[in-house]
């Protein structure tokens, strides 16, 4: 789901809904009613800058215990991986920072339900290939070879199974970009079901698991004019989930999630509404608009999907629509999209956005603050 102006071969060479969806036929972002949502504040959790400098391809979750941990490509570190963690009212570096051997693009985070934590990203040192990194005993270790894909990878997503599996989905950049999935087993790194299973290139990668385990991925697929496509693994093949190139027109920053009782929804920046943010749920066998399509009041950029406990979606993205770029953050509650807080409530400029719901059900949003010095990671709650 990340789409940049940083090429990594460039900078190498010079240095988670309880309500009925209801449909819309309309062109343009902002044409579902948009009102204040519950009461609060965005705060920012910590410092303002939880980075020593730049931070890029920022991935945010919750540890086993509740802890907001926070992986990013670490600019004054070469490039490479670094996890923070808020502990006792700081954030600290969970093991060494810059921990990978090289430049990690892509960097991206998933957290099992024993609190192990799994970095993935698109490894430098192999000639971009997908690495997978756990932090075990205390330090970050590879888990299996790193860069164990067939070739580079143009993009990457890790999700880890309810069962502790990690698994990782990539573009594989030696068959055209097509998606493959590989999970870890017995030591080792394996496909899952047939490798680069989509029908074109896909981008915009995203992966998760339903509550009764079955992993889905959504992606922006080439095969279908860029739209959102959604598969499973299901009977030992991936297959699609309703109609394929489902979205719109082209989506970026896709996302995807599910709600408690296991109702899979995805979020993107939808070209057929002028880049508005849609969200999008898998009803009666078919993909259907939750609220309005393009619902945003404007452009909508880094669209990050999280479900509450209770089951309402909510998503943060930047927005365009006040010139600052900064975060918005939505829930979808009572049939009708409503703003948490001030919209574009961030300081400055927000890129590489990730939401998440805290267990106790608070919004957290990390991003790259961009003050126009320091570029740093941050990270707001909503209280």
């Known amino acids: 789901m990340r789409l940049f102006l940083l090429i990594p071969v460039l900078i190498s060479l010079l240095t988670s809904c309880s309500n009925s969806p209801s449909g819309s036929n309309s062109s343009g972002p902002g044409n579902s009613p948009i009102v204040s949502g519950p009461s609060g504040n965005w705060n920012f959790v910590g410092t303002s800058a939880v980075s020593s400098g730049e931070a890029d391809y920022i991935s945010f979750k919750f540890g086993a215990q509740g802890t907001p941990c926070m992986c ?3 600019y004054n570190l070469g490039y490479k991986a670094t996890v923070m963690e808020f502990t006792n009212g700081t954030w600290q570096a969970l093991g ?3 921990f990978s051997r090289d430049q990690a693009w892509y960097t991206c985070m998933s957290i099992a339900g024993s609190g192990t934590v799994y970095a993935a990203y698109s490894d430098a040192s192999v000639s971009f290939g997908a690495t997978v990194m756990a932090f075990i005993n205390g330090s970050w270790q590879n888990l299996g070879n790193p860069g164990f894909s067939p070739g580079s990878v143009g993009d990457i997503a890790i999700a880890v199974s309810p069962w502790g599996i990690p698994y990782v989905l990539f573009s594989d950049d030696t068959n ?4 493959s999935v590989m999970m870890y087993s017995n030591n080792n790194w394996i496909s899952v079901g047939n490798p680069d299973f ?5 981008v915009n990668l995203a992966i998760a698991f339903s509550p009764s385990g079955i992993p889905y991925v959504a992606y922006s697929d080439d095969a279908n004019g860029g739209k959102t496509s959604v598969c499973m693994f299901s009977n030992n093949k991936w297959q699609t989930v309703g109609a394929p190139g489902f979205s719109s027109g082209a989506s970026d920053y896709v996302s995807i999630s599910f709600s408690p009782s296991g109702v899979p929804f995805t979020a993107y920046s939808d070209q057929g509404y002028n880049g508005g943010a849609s969200v999008m749920m898998y ?4 993909w259907q608009n939750v609220g309005a399509g393009g619902f945003s009041a404007s452009g909508a950029y880094f669209v990050s999907l999280a479900m509450t406990p209770s089951g ?6 930047q927005d365009t629509f006040i010139y600052s770029l900064g975060a918005s953050v939505m829930i979808y509650t009572n049939g009708t999209w409503k703003y948490l807080g001030n919209q574009a409530f961030t300081p ?3 890129d590489f ?8 059900g608070v919004p957290y949003v990390a991003f790259r603050n961009d003050d126009g010095a320091t570029y740093s990671a941050a990270v707001m709650n909503y209280k």
């Open 72 to 74: 990013y490509m670490d």
């Open 96 to 98: 060494s920072p810059g």
């Open 176 to 179: 055209g970009g097509n998606a």
């Open 198 to 202: 989509s029908c074109g290139a896909a």
């Open 283 to 286: 009803s009666n066998n078919m």
């Open 312 to 317: 309402n979606p909510c998503i943060a993205y």
């Open 348 to 350: 400055d400029e927000a």
């Open 353 to 360: 956005i990730s939401l998440a719901i805290s267990p106790s």
